[in-house]
């Protein structure tokens, strides 16, 4: 590709900041958004930030509601660890993704064992955090040269996304909003008052751990789009703005995923007309509209 | 190795920030902040691009940002520490912030690319200046003046936020400073190891700390030198091996040894071992007291502060029948209430924790010739050196010189209902007396005081004049007073104004300091029931051991429960984890159950069939600590430093 791994456009070169920062609007909405799909890799990148965004709605609902965003984010820089082991390795990043993520959640259950600590349990949860970034980082030093793979791993890219990998990434988010969707009403309920749904014979530890590997599956998938630093944006955010507005079940989850879908294809759209990242943007926006619901909730 | 220039300034400046973020984290881990220290290393990477990005020195705004960042969010108040929510949201921010300004920085051609984004995610203490290095030194060594200041306060708010506030410690003050400290400490460490991997040298070591002592002094000590090691390990292991990245070992160190302390419990022991190897006797560990009152003395259990393993020891008080044994704080005495056959009732005492014992009944009499009689001394309360008897019939006496010698405070006279108790008819043992007094948060001349199936009374001129206290509560019987004719059977108390009951025929709570009462009972199995705690730092939490009424008076359907609200009665959990579910009709009395003061609350009652129930953590999970004690009448508990 030809420009840097942080623009969208891979005829884009360097801009000072005071050059113009949206190149290619036309001010005429119908001509832009055909050019959006003008190049088949947009419409991959469209479609698979649509993927995402819709899983990360829908798990990210439940990791807010459990409090568990220390541990979503945790589980998404295992997500770094994952890839920069498969580049290593030389296997598909895919499996490193996967893999690494699916440890990260086993880990992350275990450290949290029952009624422990606050402090010591996030204690816990951040020890491996930084181990695994820390492992992260000696796999892309042992694996030499690849600075730019380093930052889109971490800040993530949507340019040269295959079809396949759409695929890969539909049948996976399908299976985790399956899984979620089988689980939804225990879970829920082990999420809202874990000492009553254990009383009520609920396996709430089982859930509990099942909710974490779920997770490690979505932040897998999810940083392959975002990177790894940002794949906590798509789904704390979104999921937060939503239980600020509603605390009904299903209209926070659909209030999540359409709020998640959003600012995916707004950042999207944006980051293809401008020389800045699409991370950038996609925080941005779902941070503006965290703090819209603040202030009119 | 140290003959390396870079090596030499990788050691220093890599030993203070070991230093300053062991101690630093210890009061992280401590207060659950982790994830605000996470916070602050995405603030870090962000400040230090955004300097980058605008051209000037990227210590200049790492330091603001973590430091202003620290500030912000301890600005927050509670919220800052509650609402990870809200943490997680703006971080996520922040870190699209610093891509965008690593992207401006990149374009704008200076530097190579991408290089100085990786220097500030992962480190570069290899090559840091001489001047780096008295920087980090300066910045370490203010660090830790900043904490030996504020060490003791900051521990206190930490531990119990509530006290300190009454205590008037300005808790928000420092919680502020706290966390603009730790922007400080993240800023020095993001220049070693990094602003991604700080967050390990933060909570790595202090959380091992944490895992293997309690006591702050220790726990503080083994934390810097967890950091200190992880820092020099990792700096040789890297120095040896060129190709391992510093921060990388430096970080898989102290997770390493996290991962010891979690999984090795050999080396737990041994520094317990080496703990009391220097410590003989009286160590400062806080120890966890019980006082068990049963129909054949009193006993003793002593417990750490985990209370998982508990030590026995008894019978005390010659096997006498007590019924209430308390502890005094101010004055380190146990009493107990007793009452032998033989010598009939007097209070025992010991000033070295049950090792040993006198007693004195020099006092406690209402007189030959009168008409009332005491047939037991069934209560007591201890405090600021004043003891207080409740016996039966109604009265109460005092001791002021440590339970020497007692004489006569009050026998409530003139109170309504106080005819039927002063006469001599009503007065077989068993029948009318004082079953209980609890005083006033501060106020030592201030008290309340049960007479058996009368109501409640209180007194704020210590005990020279009472008024009945029974507003708002029911009886299923007929009453000849407006104002008495409640049997009410346990009163504690939650938090300045805030009073619960369990009484005959339900439970009950105030608001207003006992002057008006509301029922509770909705939720429960039954409205019957004797023995209740309140949450030590929660005034919404509360705990009964509701019993089947009438003639059994032991727990419904043989299944062993305390019931929980945490919204003040609105609602009624149940908790059974570890207590018998079959056949337990278990009887539980009005003062056979207490709650500790830990953080973490620990919860214990006795049977009338003598076992013993202990939960280290609110209820949630319990454990039988004595099965075959005598039937227990009263359990207390105190925390000796």
């Known amino acids: 590709m030809g420009g840097s791994w942080w623009s969208a456009r891979p005829t884009c070169t360097g801009t000072m900041l005071t050059s113009a920062v949206f190149t290619g609007l036309s001010w005429n909405p119908v001509a832009d958004v055909r050019a959006l799909f003008t190049y088949p890799f947009m419409v991959h990148a469209l479609a698979a930030g649509t993927i995402v965004a819709v899983m990360a709605g829908v798990i990210g609902w439940f990791m807010v509601l459990r409090r568990q965003t220390f541990a979503g984010h945790t589980l998404s820089l295992t997500a770094f660890t994952g890839a920069s082991a498969a580049v290593l390795a030389g296997v598909p990043i895919v499996l490193g993704y996967f893999t690494v993520c699916g440890l990260g959640a086993l880990a992350l259950a275990g450290a949290s064992g029952p009624r422990r600590s606050q402090g010591i349990e996030s204690a816990a949860t951040g020890s491996i955090q930084a181990f695994a970034l820390g492992l992260g980082f000696l796999f892309v030093s042992l694996y030499h040269g690849v600075l730019n793979g380093l930052d889109s791993l971490l800040f993530g890219t949507f340019l040269g996304i295959t079809s396949s990998q759409v695929l890969v990434l539909l049948v996976v988010a399908a299976v985790a909003i399956a899984l979620v969707a089988v689980a939804g009403r225990p879970l829920l309920f082990a999420s809202v008052d874990p000492d009553v749904a254990r009383a009520a014979g609920v396996r709430v530890q089982l859930l509990g751990l099942g909710f974490l590997l779920v997770l490690g599956l979505s932040v897998a998938e999810t940083s392959q789009i975002t990177g790894a630093l940002l794949v906590f944006a798509l789904l704390v955010t979104p999921a937060a703005t939503a239980q600020r507005l509603t605390t009904r079940p299903l209209a926070g989850v659909v209030l999540s995923v359409t709020l998640a879908l959003l600012v995916t294809w707004l950042g999207l759209a944006l980051a293809y007309f401008s020389v800045y990242p699409v991370g950038f943007y996609i925080t941005s926006l779902s941070f503006a509209l965290y703090v819209l619901a603040r202030v009119l909730a | 190795m140290l003959a390396q220039e870079f090596m030499r300034n990788a050691l220093v400046a890599g030993s203070f920030v070991g230093i300053a973020c062991g101690l630093v984290g210890w009061f992280v881990v401590l207060r659950a902040q982790v994830f605000a220290g996470d916070a602050l290393s995405h603030v870090a990477f962000t400040g230090a691009l955004a300097a980058a990005a605008l051209g000037i020195d990227i210590r200049a705004g790492l330091f603001l940002a973590t430091i202003l960042g620290g500030v912000v969010m301890g600005a927050l108040g509670d919220r800052a520490r509650a609402d990870d929510v809200v943490i997680g949201t703006l971080f996520a921010w922040t870190l699209g912030l610093g891509v965008l300004f690593l992207s401006i920085f990149t374009t704008n051609g200076s530097g190579s690319n991408g290089t100085a984004g990786v220097r500030v995610l992962f480190g570069s203490i290899f090559g840091l200046s001489t001047a780096d290095v008295r920087i980090s030194v300066v910045l370490a060594v203010a660090a830790v003046a900043v904490l030996a200041v504020l060490g003791r306060p900051l521990l206190f708010a930490s531990l119990d936020g509530v006290v300190a506030v009454a205590q008037g410690v300005p808790v928000r003050m420092i919680g502020l400073v706290f966390l603009g400290l730790v922007g400080l400490v993240a800023a020095q460490a993001t220049q070693a190891v990094g602003a991604l991997l700080l967050l390990g040298l933060l909570a790595a070591p202090a959380g091992a700390a944490h895992r293997l002592t309690g006591r702050p002094s220790l726990g503080l000590g083994l934390s810097a030198l967890f950091a200190l090691g992880s820092v020099w390990l990792g700096l040789s292991l890297s120095y040896v091996f060129p190709t391992l990245p510093p921060s990388t070992m430096i970080i898989s160190t102290a997770a390493g040894i996290y991962v010891a302390a979690m999984s090795f419990s050999p080396l737990r022991r041994l520094v317990g071992l080496s703990l009391r190897a220097t410590r003989p006797e009286g160590d400062d560990m806080p120890k966890t007291l019980l006082m068990v009152g049963t129909r054949k003395g009193a006993f003793l259990l002593e417990s750490d502060a985990d209370r998982r393993d508990w030590n026995l020891r008894g019978p005390y008080c010659e096997a006498w029948p007590v019924y209430h044994a308390v502890h005094d704080a101010v004055t380190g005495a146990i009493y107990a209430a007793a009452v032998s056959e033989w010598h009939g009732s007097a209070v025992w005492r010991s000033n070295d924790l049950g090792e040993t014992w006198t007693h004195s009944s020099e ?279």
């Not at chain 2, 509301?518 to 039954?526: D, F, K, V, Y």
């Not at chain 2, 509701?546 to 149940?574: C, E, F, I, N, Y």
């Not at chain 2, 056949?583 to 069939?609: C, K, N, Q, W």
């Not at chain 2, 129930?613 to 004595?626: V, Y």
């Open chain 2, 363 to 641: 006092g406690i009499s209402y007189g030959e010739d009168g008409e009332r009689k005491i047939s037991k001394a069934s209560t007591l309360a201890a405090r600021n050196g004043r003891v207080l008897v409740g016996v039966e019939a109604p009265g109460i006496f005092e001791s002021k010189d440590g339970g020497e010698t007692f004489s006569l405070l009050t026998t409530l006279a003139g109170q309504p209902g106080s005819e039927a108790w002063d006469d001599p008819a009503n007065q077989p043992p068993g029948h009318l007396g004082i079953s209980a007094i609890a005083f006033d948060k501060d106020d030592d001349a201030r008290f309340w005081a049960i007479v058996q199936g009368v109501g409640l009374f209180e007194t704020t001129d210590d005990g020279a004049s009472w008024t009945p206290r029974n507003r708002g509560l029911r009886a299923d019987w007929p009453r000849p007073h407006e104002e008495v004719g409640f049997c009410v059977h346990k009163v504690v108390r939650s938090d300045d104004k805030r009073l619960f009951q369990q009484n005959h025929v339900g439970m009950h709570r105030s608001d207003d300091d006992a002057l008006t009462w509301t029922e509770i009972t909705e939720g429960l199995p039954t409205e019957f029931g004797f023995a209740a705690a309140a949450h030590p730092h929660d005034r919404d939490t509360f705990y009964v051991v509701p019993l089947a009424p009438l003639h059994g008076r032991t727990m419904p359907d043989g299944k062993a429960t305390v019931w929980q609200t945490k919204d003040a009665g609105s609602s009624w959990k149940p908790l059974r984890k570890g207590l018998p579910q079959e056949g337990a009709h278990l009887g539980v009395l009005r003062e056979a159950m207490a709650i500790d003061t830990h953080d973490v609350p620990g919860l214990y009652f006795g049977t009338s069939t003598g076992q013993l129930f202990a939960s280290n953590d609110e209820g949630g999970s319990w454990s039988e600590i004595a099965s075959y004690l005598p039937p227990i009448s009263s359990v207390e508990v105190a925390i000796i430093d």
